[in-house]
């Protein structure tokens, strides 16, 4: 997050305290969050669907975990997609106004549906997917708070990242957000690498680290996965 350790730690417990109470207290959280893993039990996802159906499949079991199932969102196929960019300063109805990083010219009319952009390559990763909406479902929460945690844009996005965690997705956001990667070309082989989200792959795997803690699980069953 461009701080020192002890300020980021400081800082992700303070916003988890924010998504605490934006979700209901912990009693709430502890009663309905789930940490979520990448496996038919959570994701029971049939493989046979085309490239379209499988993202609104995907997308409908992270409507389901996060709770929101019952908001209206429409996919919007983005071969270069940018949640933060694309979602900024949509205010909505459903969400109430979010005007602390977002342009006022770019509201969404009352009734419109909550687009959600997603990159139809990413149907080949299924983690990095599922992270991608979940970010964009925690944003929408987000916007939904009574009083914004932060009018700054950067924390803003930590602040996405980390909700998309509390809502049980930090297994998916903590292997997503650093990737490696091999092209080749002919003869020639080249290698490369990718970040995605706005926290580090650290800082996910702290904030992953707290929300286990939060509902008492085994650190096994999160490094497993």
């Excluded at 609104?56 to 270069?80: K, M, T």
């Excluded at 998916?172 to 490369?192: D, H, I």
């Amino acid at each position: 997050m461009g701080q020192r350790e002890d300020e980021t730690v400081d800082w992700l417990f303070d916003a988890t305290g924010w998504w605490l109470e934006l979700l209901g207290g912990h009693q709430t959280f502890r009663s309905a969050s789930v940490l979520l893993t990448p496996t038919p039990e959570h994701f029971p996802v049939d493989g046979t669907l085309t490239d379209e159906e499988m993202a609104l499949e995907f997308f409908s079991c992270v409507a389901e975990h996060a709770g929101v199932r019952h908001w209206s969102f429409v996919l919007e196929p983005d071969e270069q997609p940018s949640v933060a960019d694309a979602l900024a300063g949509m205010s909505h109805p459903l969400t109430g106004p979010v005007e602390h990083d977002a342009p006022v010219d770019a509201p969404l009319a009352p009734g419109e549906p909550l687009p959600v952009p997603y990159d139809p390559a990413a149907l080949d990763d299924p983690v990095a997917l599922v992270a991608s909406f979940a970010r964009a479902v925690a944003y929408y929460i987000a916007g939904s708070a009574p009083q914004a945690y932060t009018d700054d844009p950067e924390q803003h996005a930590y602040l996405v990242d980390l909700g998309a965690v509390m809502l049980g997705f930090g297994v998916f956001l903590a292997n997503a957000s650093f990737r490696f990667y091999q092209t080749t070309e002919g003869m020639m082989v080249g290698w490369g690498y990718g970040r995605a989200g706005a926290l580090s792959q650290a800082d996910v795997s702290y904030a992953l680290a707290i929300h286990a803690a939060l509902l008492d699980v085994n650190e096994r069953d999160v490094t497993r996965h």
